[in-house]
């Protein structure tokens, strides 16, 4: 079974991604990670701290001579801006009083700043933004990059594309790009539109000159994705649930949708669903849908279908336009602190999206196909096409 975890603070040393179930065998390369971790990077409008950065993994183990080996995949990623935070976050006792002066006393209406003071019984909020930062989404893109390999080798392409920024809507595509990502990282906010395309970049710039911040809709599709990971059987198994969930715990995200999503709640079921054809590829067990309004799950299961949702971020609460507060030492009415930040981040989430799809999607293939090996796991990935039509009589068995 696949698990990861993150540790690591936006301003510490480094980042830490651990991806453990990674089968053997996977050809794996830090380019891999890389890449992904780059786009991550990039979008218009983002910050000064995207500058310093320059995101790249070292792997600590779990791969050997270019190959996964069964065990933990454990990486990291150096802070660069960590250099000029030594004192404030060094890990011994603040003698000289370092901590002090980088002191967060006003907390962000929106971020997790006053609750977590309150809750981790915290008189500094750095304490609390330093996780809460999305500065770990790095971490999650390593991770997500691990499992986006070794989902290629069966075929998935996972890509995103923004299909809202503030106010400006993108015109829906006729079709989507093959490569997605191709496309989509061609303009400056990876949405598909020139036109529209423009004017995000536009908006973008608006909002940074009235010193506000900007939220959007991030679409992902994952194609290639084999009928039947997930189950209808029991609540926590829906395919459909761990994918909304995964998502929804993106900092700033405060809404999943799956296929149509909430505008299928206005229509009626005779134009909701996808009505079923013979003709698909093995994978979808030789049928196919006219349409893919159900976002390519179907009973908490996929269908074969492209898997297509979506991620709306709220704008980022760390505003140079600051909101009303209160400060947490004195108790007067404040102005929050105001940090260094991105005017939007929406671009970047898309790529962080992604990853999220590639945990999810990775896990279930290796709960659904096992293996301590690639080997194994392509073994029985192809028994199982094999053998996938109603009854499950295998092709070719002898009577
Ligand atoms: C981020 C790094 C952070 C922020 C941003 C995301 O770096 P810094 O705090 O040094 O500027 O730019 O985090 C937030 C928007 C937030 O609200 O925490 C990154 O690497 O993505």
Redesign the pocket.
């Not at 983002?46 to 995207?50: D, E, K, L, P, V």
């Not at 940090?339 to 991105?342: N, P």
């Given at each position: 079974m696949i698990r990861f975890t993150t540790a690591g603070e936006?301003?510490g040393r480094g980042l830490v991604a651990v991806v453990e179930g990674v089968p053997a065998g996977l050809p794996l390369r830090a380019e891999d990670i890389d890449l992904q971790l780059t786009r991550?990077?990039a979008g218009h409008g983002?910050?000064?701290?995207?500058k310093?950065?320059s995101?790249a993994v070292e792997f600590l183990s779990g791969v050997r001579a270019g190959e996964t080996i069964g065990s933990p995949v454990a990486m990291v990623i150096w802070n660069r801006?960590w250099e000029n935070w030594t004192d404030v976050m060094a890990p011994e006792p603040d003698e000289e009083g370092a901590a002090r002066r980088r002191r967060v006393s006003r907390p962000r209406p929106g971020?997790a700043d006053l609750v977590g003071v309150l809750k981790y019984s915290r008189r500094d909020a750095r304490d609390i933004?330093e996780r809460?930062?999305?500065?770990e989404?790095?971490a999650r893109v390593a991770c997500g990059a691990v499992c986006r390999r070794l989902l290629a080798e069966f075929g998935v392409e996972i890509g995103s594309h923004v299909v809202a920024l503030g106010a400006v809507r993108a015109p829906e595509p006729s079709a989507l790009p093959v490569p997605l990502n191709d496309a989509a990282d061609q303009s400056p906010v990876r949405c598909l539109d020139p036109e529209a395309s423009q004017a995000m970049v536009d908006a973008v710039d608006a909002a940074a000159a009235d010193r506000d911040t900007l939220g959007g809709v991030v679409e992902v599709v994952a194609r290639g994705v084999v009928l039947g990971l997930g189950s209808h059987t029991s609540w926590d198994r829906r395919l459909d649930g761990s994918l909304a969930r995964a998502v929804m715990s993106i900092?700033?995200v405060k809404g999943v949708e799956i296929g149509a999503g909430f505008g299928s709640a206005a229509v009626r079921g005779s134009v909701a669903h996808d009505e079923i054809v013979e003709g698909g590829p093995p994978r979808s067990g030789g049928f196919a849908r006219r349409s893919n309004r159900a976002g390519g799950l179907e009973g908490g299961m996929t269908t074969g279908e492209p898997v297509v949702l979506r991620a709306a971020m709220k704008p980022?609460?760390?505003l140079r336009r600051p909101l009303d507060t209160v400060h947490l030492e004195t108790g007067e009415p404040a102005k929050a602190q105001s940090?260094?930040?991105?005017v939007t981040?929406v671009p970047?989430m898309g790529v962080v999206a992604e990853a999220m799809v590639a945990l999810v999607l990775a896990r279930e293939m290796c709960e659904k196909f096992g293996g301590d090996s690639l080997v194994e796991m392509r073994r029985n990935y192809d028994a199982y096409l094999a053998c996938m039509r109603p009854g499950g009589e295998e092709v070719g068995r002898s009577e």
């Open positions: 936006s301003h991550r990077m983002r910050g000064a701290r995207m310093i950065e995101d801006d971020h933004l809460a930062s999305a500065r989404t790095a900092p700033a980022l609460s760390t940090e260094r930040s991105d981040a970047a």
